[in-house]
């Protein structure tokens, strides 16, 4: 039923960013919608900018870590790669299971595109993940030890690799 489908979704607004919460010892993380929504912000702007895939990018950003509201968010070393994507693969056909066959399929095929970064949207998503994950280390810097944020901030330099993404992260570094 499409309401269970709006009901699971809706607890990635309270399902904190482990990262955050652990790594920095923050009381109130950011949240993965609130990840979400601002990786969907920078994905409207900047594939506009770039004039390429505007909607599939949304979509991409919107969907990409709806698997969590069934696993939860796992940090890298947390568990191994091959288990996250077959935790996330049954959370993703389960979830996308409530949904209508066509918008079940389309939505499915985009965040099939995501996980196995298959196109050049999945590539340009993946590093507008990373740049968020540097804007928000901006915003923790201020109530926090800025050493913690560095390991935030090496990880985004190190793959975000398209120019116009990368004069972004540049602007966002160096905001004091």
């Known amino acids: ?21 652990m790594k920095l010892n923050l009381k109130d993380s950011e949240s993965v919608a609130e990840h979400s929504y601002m990786m969907s912000v920078m994905a409207m702007v900047m594939s506009d900018m770039k004039n390429i ?14 698997a969590e509201s069934k696993i939860g968010d796992f ?21 996308l299971d409530e949904l209508p066959s066509k918008i079940k399929n389309d939505y499915y095929n985009i965040w099939n595109d995501y996980k196995e970064n298959l196109s050049e949207e999945s590539r340009f998503v993946h590093e ?23 390991p935030f901030i090496i990880s985004a330099v190190e793959q975000i690799v398209n120019d116009d993404l990368k004069k972004v992260l540049i602007g966002i570094l160096q905001k004091t």
């Open 53 to 66: 895939n505007t909607e599939k990018i949304i979509k991409m950003s919107i969907l990409h870590d709806w």
């Open 1 to 21: 039923m499409i309401s269970d489908f709006f009901f699971q979704i809706a607890g990635l607004k309270t399902l904190p960013r482990t990262g955050w919460k």
């Open 128 to 150: 507008l993940d990373k740049l968020e994950m540097a804007l928000q280390g901006k915003i923790y810097e201020k109530e926090t030890d800025p050493e913690k944020i560095k």
């Open 75 to 95: 940090m890298p070393d947390e568990i191994t790669e091959d288990k996250k994507t077959e935790l996330e693969e049954y959370a993703m056909t389960e979830l």
